[in-house]
């Protein structure tokens, strides 16, 4: 249980700077951007946002997990960090060079001809963010969860104030006359304003990186980063197939659907997307704590056991805020703006293929700590096939709710094909039918609040609350979990 108590206080350390910003994120932006923007306008920044992820999977090119697996193990951790941050630093600056020489022909491609503006931000704001990944994963790895949580909070807070600044503040200063806002503002700018905040964001993140940009010689070993990118590769190529399976329904919708229609459909299913994302919050703090922390276990004896009690854990905390997110969504309704509330039918089925997919970051081990990333490739590109088969066949004819179920149908056939080769190459004793059955218990539950559900809203409340108290109470009698979960708080604290 003592790597179990580490890797549960490292996830929460990492939440600080994961799902603490991130949720500032949706409670702050999501309901503001979907109040003030029209269904085209909050599209614009969805699609985009999708994009913006598909780019930074591509620049950082699988560097973050090749760092973890190089660093001290298979050549000097200073090295290992110089050459991945000068390689890093060449494609960022290539990336921008080309999207300035052919901003006309790429912002067309993307949809934006009159706006290349969004474009050339965008790409700024990519290619610091890949060239940041480094640093982040240095710490990272160095257990220093605090600073790095910190950073991400500060990156966060400066986006957010900028966003209110030039959408809020700076509009009512306008119209009041006042001229010297306008050396910072334009009226009519919108939803532009949105990735002026991000990219200042990013550039202050940068800045306050410079001391670990600094921390060793920028060396660059060329051979070293042959080896590096060897290992990389097949990363890189499950990290876009991993991006299409999280953001191609966005880019696709638009495209399937067509003409204004697509991108108010796009920005309709942003905004449920958006609650049901919530699942992603989990799940990113989880895999920020947990891929360093499964690397360093892999060469104790016990470490498939290790993982296969890890697995267990995750899914039994992953489905209980699963049953929160969905047994009280009249409460999270509030993130989004009325006119968007329509598409909160999703948010069951967005946060059920999150839930898949956290199951399949926990099997993933098995190809990472043996270097056989080539696996994870193909599996992820596999995921992809059914993303692209399930929006091209069923989107046209059911519109966004196949976008969601596209994520369902992705996730669960990784995992099932992720469970199948990993016994062979690298068995692992994960409890299936108790997990199955805590699953099955779940969907069920949730499958009763609605048959139960009727107009009285405390009466709603009253019968969700007793049903989540009903997993509460079957998850302790099997597993003690939350006697196990205050046995840890207690020895935290007489640890002080």
């Known amino acids: ?66 760092y973890f697996r190089f660093a001290g193990k298979k050549a000097p951790a200073d090295k290992v960090y110089g050459t991945a941050l000068v390689s890093l630093f ?44 480094i640093p982040f ?82 060396s660059f070993d060329r051979s070293l980063l042959a080896r ?26 638009r495209r399937l659907i067509g003409g204004t229609e697509g991108l108010e459909t796009v920005g309709l299913y942003g905004a ?20 360093p922390f499964f690397f360093e276990k892999a060469g104790h004896h016990d470490a498939r056991k290790t993982y296969a009690v890890t697995m267990k854990y995750f899914v039994i905390t992953a489905l209980i805020l699963f049953l929160v997110i969905n047994l009280y969504i009249e409460a999270l309704q509030v993130i989004i703006g009325p006119v968007f509330r329509e598409s909160l039918i999703v948010v069951p089925v967005i946060s059920m293929g999150y839930l898949l997919l956290g199951i399949f ?13 080539i696996y994870g490739a193909w599996i992820t590109l596999l995921g992809a096939a059914v993303t692209i088969a399930v929006n091209v066949v069923f989107v ?4 966004y709710i196949a976008a969601a179920w596209a994520h369902v149908a992705c996730y669960m056939t990784m995992v099932a094909v992720s469970y199948i080769v990993g016994q062979k190459l690298y068995p692992v004793d994960y409890e299936v039918k108790r997990i199955a059955s805590y699953i099955l218990l ?23 609350t007793a049903l989540l108290f009903v997993f509460f109470a079957a998850i302790q009698k099997k597993e003690r979990f939350f006697t196990l979960l205050f046995n840890i708080r207690h020895e935290n604290k007489d640890s002080k």
Request: glycine letters at 6%.
């Open 396 to 399: 046209p004819h059911f519109g």
């Open 228 to 253: 590096m990118l060897s290992y990389s590769w097949p990363l890189l190529v499950g990290g876009i197939a991993g991006s299409m399976n999280e953001v191609l329904d966005k880019i696709l919708l």
């Open 361 to 373: 970051i926990n099997q993933s081990i098995w190809y990472k700590v043996d270097d056989k990333t």
């Open 442 to 464: 779940a969907l069920t539950l949730f499958a009763v609040a609605r048959l139960l559900e009727g107009n009285n809203r405390i009466l709603n409340i009253v019968i969700d």
């Open 90 to 133: 060449a494609t960022s600056a290539l990336f921008i060079i080309a999207v300035s020489l052919f901003i006309s022909p790429v912002s067309s491609f993307l949809g934006y001809k009159e706006h290349p503006e969004y474009i050339m931000m965008f790409a700024w704001i990519v290619a610091i963010d890949a060239f940041s990944a």
């Open 137 to 218: 994963a240095w710490l990272r790895a160095n257990n220093r969860a605090v600073i790095f949580s910190i950073l991400k909070i500060i990156n966060v807070a400066v986006t957010i104030g900028a966003v209110f600044f030039f959408l809020e503040a700076a509009p009512k200063i306008a119209a009041r006359g006042s001229d010297w806002i306008l050396r910072f503002y334009k009226p009519g700018i919108d939803v532009g304003y949105v990735f002026v905040a991000n990219l200042t964001g990013s550039i202050i993140t940068l800045l306050l990186l410079i001391p670990w940009f600094l921390r060793v010689r920028p």
């Open 1 to 66: 249980m003592n790597d179990i108590r580490k890797l549960a206080g490292q996830t929460v350390v990492y939440g600080f700077g994961t799902v603490v910003p991130r949720f500032l994120n949706y409670a702050l932006l999501t309901p503001f951007y979907t109040y003030i923007f029209n269904r085209e306008q909050y599209g614009i920044v969805t699609e985009l946002y999708a994009w913006m992820v598909l780019a930074l999977v591509i620049l950082t090119y699988g560097m973050e997990t090749t």
């Open 272 to 291: 449920g997307y958006k609650v049901g994302v919530l699942m992603s919050l989990f799940i990113q703090m989880y895999r920020f704590a947990a891929e």
